[in-house]
């Protein structure tokens, strides 16, 4: 079984609809984190939680919202889904280090809105 | 500012042909420098980490160098299942946690 997956796989939308993907983990990791990839764009953060109880903005937050649940759930949500957010999206979880802690990513959710 | 530049963008090679992937980063105290594959339609997947200058890491037909300016991934005698993405991110000590990705370099291996 896959250590972190990723519901839906793909999502058509419509302008204006909210929608949320779902990341889940069996890592035990404490930090989780939301990508996503546009081509030309590579990868840019959105939002990531240290714990339950913390959750923080990335460089592209605006349009977004997270929820931690959990400590192996981290949810996304588009609040009115817009054209330009069409995107390859990823969870990421890694584990809290004295050195640079490692990111292992999910399979990703292809997300097109129309 | 924390930046990361991959170069080549795309690099085509025959089976067997050795080369090299480079990763220029300039960052606010580097606490980790990673480097990911990643194949069409995939997330990406954990190659390497690398915390200090001098260090080097290898795995099958890949390793893994870093200096104070850049790192390199050496493919020796790639075969066609190494075609993918590769990318590279670093960790700054600044930004705890969060990751700084290059655009990444695409491999294509002709047997």
């Known amino acids: 079984d896959a250590d972190v997956t990723q519901t839906p796989r793909n999502r058509i939308t419509k302008t204006g609809k909210r929608i949320m993907l779902e990341c889940s983990q069996t890592?035990?990791?404490?930090?989780m984190y939301w990508y996503r990839q546009d081509p030309g764009l590579g990868l840019r953060l959105i939002y990531y939680?240290?714990?339950?109880?913390?959750?923080n903005k990335g460089e592209i937050s605006d349009g977004y919202s997270v929820s931690r649940q959990a400590q192996a759930k981290f949810s996304l949500s588009l609040e009115s889904a817009i054209p330009n957010q069409t995107a390859l999206y990823f969870c990421?979880?890694?584990?809290?280090?004295?050195?640079?802690?490692?990111?292992?990513f999910g399979p990703g959710t292809r997300l097109t809105v129309l | 500012e924390d930046q990361v530049t991959q170069s080549p963008e795309a690099l085509r090679l025959q089976e067997g042909e050795s080369s090299s992937l480079n990763c220029s980063y300039t960052v606010s105290g580097l606490r980790g420098l990673f480097w990911y594959r990643q194949d069409p339609g995939k997330g990406p997947e954990f190659l390497f980490t690398?915390?200090?200058a001098g260090e080097e890491k290898e795995k099958e037909r890949l390793k893994a160098t870093l200096t104070k300016k850049e790192s390199f991934l050496h493919i020796t005698a790639p075969k066609p299942e190494d075609s993918a993405t590769y990318l590279c991110?670093?960790?700054?000590?600044?930004?705890?946690?969060?990751?700084?990705f290059g655009q990444g370099t695409t491999l294509q291996v002709k047997p």
């Open positions: 890592k035990g990791h404490d930090r």
């Open positions: 690398l915390y200090s």
């Open positions: 991110a670093v960790q700054a000590a600044s930004n705890t946690g969060k990751l700084i």
């Open positions: 990421a979880t890694s584990l809290t280090g004295i050195v640079g802690d490692t990111q292992y």
């Open positions: 939680s240290f714990d339950v109880k913390d959750i």
